[in-house]
């Protein structure tokens, strides 16, 4: 396991670097980019452009030699914008600077806001976290019980109504619900139980403690719901799939010969050995509601989260937070992908990735 674990970490480096040229690449070829961006607001805005033209110019947009709606621009204004922007410079020149930050941890600062991209995410990041972790918990402690129970009463009634609710509640795309919870629960045409946007109260810091907490959870409500609603159905297939397969060997026949009751066995015997699987599969749920269950779920409840800060670079182009956090995301995946396969290793033996 330790030459596997050496190999994956050495392979980070190499595959942060593929990730971040091939959205290089992309991003040469995209239509529009910060100038563009600056240039429509000069002219269909009538904004004073020229004083957004300040601080240090970070390298990591695509080159264009000519930008939509120029006409009538001042040339000076363009250069200045070029230069403020990084696209002075050759791509390859703007890249290989990028790579070099990058590996220091420099991601220099965003294009529209007076921050570090790393303020950024610091101030993002434990939203998002927050999500992910609170998604990821009620989603474990409610497919356990449920897939134990199906596996129990597997071909019954229950496992029959509850199969058509866990896929019913698995083709439901998580925006959809999303957009139902907001139009019944928060003031959009029914009731307005729980606020639209937010994690926090505006006089949050004026709160006593238990009411910040109070306050905390009552905002998390319904984007959580909508995050737990899409992600419980496979690990509630997987728990049901895992306590069938341990229930079903020679070892649990023989613990009813012997005249063990069935809670005794299936608690006794069947529930730390199916249970392997299901808990090494944390990391993993993890990552997946952190990346892809958050994201839309922080544009819809504008929740300032990594999702949509990443939202709001890709809409106004603002390479270095678009580069940055795509950056954080990679690397936060494929350190917990390692530890879940670390995970998957040590509870169950048997599994030996250096095989693979």
């Given at each position: ?6 190999k ?41 452009a ?18 939509q ?15 403020q ?34 303020t ?24 356990i ?41 928060a ?66 026949l023989?613990?009813?010969a ?80 390692l ?18």
């Amino acid at each position: 396991m330790r030459n596997y674990i050496i190999k994956r970490l050495l392979l980070i480096p190499f595959t942060l670097l593929g990730i971040l040229t091939l959205n290089f690449l992309i991003v040469q070829f995209a239509p529009g980019g910060p100038i563009e961006h600056t240039l429509a607001k000069y002219r269909g805005m009538n904004v004073n452009a020229t004083a957004q033209i300040s601080g240090t110019a970070q390298m990591h947009a695509a080159q264009s030699q000519s930008y939509q709606g120029a006409q009538g621009v001042p040339d000076e204004l363009i250069k200045a914008l070029e230069k403020q922007f990084g696209f002075d410079k050759p791509a390859h020149i703007r890249f290989l600077q990028m790579i070099k930050n990058y590996a220091l941890f420099d991601f220099g600062k965003s294009f529209y806001q007076d921050k570090s991209v790393l303020t950024l995410i610091a101030e993002r990041l434990p939203v998002s976290i927050s999500l992910g972790l609170w998604s990821t918990l009620i989603i474990y402690l409610i497919s356990i019980p449920l897939g134990i129970k199906k596996a129990v009463c597997d071909g019954k009634p229950f496992d029959i109504w509850t199969s058509f609710v866990v896929i019913f509640g698995s083709a439901i795309p998580v925006f959809l619900f999303a957009v139902f919870l907001i139009v019944f629960f928060a003031g959009g045409t029914y009731f307005d139980c729980f606020p639209l946007r937010g994690l926090t109260s505006e006089n949050w810091s004026e709160l006593s403690f238990w009411h910040k907490i109070t306050d905390y959870f009552w905002h998390i409500t319904l984007p959580v719901c909508a995050m737990v609603i899409g992600g419980f159905a496979s690990l509630t297939m997987l728990t049901k799939n895992s306590f069938l397969d341990e229930i079903n060997k020679q070892y649990v026949l023989t613990a009813k010969a012997k005249g063990l009751s069935q809670n005794q066995i299936l608690y006794g015997h069947v529930f730390r050995n199916a249970m392997l699987i299901v808990i090494a599969g944390f990391p993993a749920l993890f990552i997946k509601m952190l990346f892809s269950g958050s994201l839309l779920i922080e544009v819809i409840f504008s929740l300032n989260g990594l999702g949509l800060l990443g939202y709001e670079a890709i809409t106004t182009r603002d390479y270095p937070v678009i580069f940055g956090t795509l950056y954080i995301f990679a690397l936060l995946g494929l350190v917990l992908k390692l530890i879940s396969d670390i995970t998957y290793s040590l509870v169950d033996p048997r599994i030996n990735f250096e095989k693979n």
